[in-house]
């Protein structure tokens, strides 16, 4: 199994330049997450999916597009790269479950530079 | 709205001293409570887990307790290495509105604490 991967592993962007973050899973989750990693302010959602098909909101979703098309995918675009959304991009998944211990599971980041 | 506070670092200790990351959450109901570790390079990985007030997590050396009376689940372990040299995230999920489903909105990450263990 190789888990949570992401592509690419770094990338830099010019102000106004789009892109997309594919994730892909091969543990047949049901919930998939992106998050944000910023220097002292932890990890913060940005967006997530429940399932093949759907997306939904987290806390810091403005600037950024989701898809989930294909159970194991989930990618994330940027139409319009701000500065501002310099950062070390995350993506997780988990299995869908009643159950409150359930564990994420992380890739290993994208590291994104906007000039 | 739910929040996670950790002390931030870096913490700096000599190998084979006794570890404590404090960790306070605010949250409504009953929260979920983990720790998850970064290693230099990699992703998050969990490192333990409690589900309900007094419930204790372990796993490799590391301990936390989950108490309600005082919203906290500090991270403590004995003796430290320099391979735990990692920066350790606090986070909860959130009391579900609906037992089905619950967790779908993902993890509330305090900032993170960079532990550093010199030789």
């Known amino acids: 199994n190789a888990g949570v991967t992401q592509t690419p592993k770094f990338r830099v962007l010019k102000t106004g330049q789009s892109m997309t973050l594919l994730c892909a899973q091969d543990?047949?989750?049901?919930?998939m997450y992106w998050y944000r990693q910023d220097p002292g302010m932890g990890l913060r959602l940005i967006h997530y999916?429940?399932?093949?098909?759907?997306?939904a909101k987290g806390e810091v979703p403005d600037g950024y597009n989701v898809s989930r098309l294909k159970k194991q995918n989930f990618l994330l675009g940027l139409e319009s790269a701000a500065p501002s959304q310099t950062s070390v991009y995350f993506c997780?998944?988990?299995?869908?479950?009643?159950?409150?211990?359930?564990?994420?599971?992380f890739g290993p980041g994208t590291r994104l530079t906007v000039t | 709205g739910d929040s996670v506070t950790q002390m931030e670092g870096p913490v700096t200790l000599s190998e084979e001293a006794f570890l404590t990351i404090n960790c306070t959450y605010t949250a409504t109901g009953y929260p979920s409570l983990f720790w998850y570790v970064q290693y230099p390079g990699e992703g998050l990985q969990l490192l333990l887990k409690?589900?309900?007030?007094?419930d204790k997590g372990s796993n490799k050396g590391f301990e936390a307790t989950y108490r309600k009376e005082t919203t906290s689940f500090h991270l403590e372990k004995g003796s430290v290495q320099v391979s735990d040299s990692a920066v350790y995230f606090c986070?909860?999920?959130?009391?579900?509105?609906?037992?089905?489903?619950?967790?779908?909105?993902?993890?509330?990450f305090g900032k993170g604490t960079h532990l550093i263990i010199q030789p």
């Open positions: 986070a909860l999920i959130p009391t579900p509105l609906m037992y089905s489903g619950g967790g779908a909105d993902g993890l509330t």
């Open positions: 999916s429940v399932g093949e098909g759907t997306t």
């Open positions: 543990m047949n989750h049901e919930y």
């Open positions: 997780a998944s988990s299995y869908g479950s009643s159950r409150r211990d359930y564990e994420q599971y």
């Open positions: 409690a589900t309900k007030a007094d």
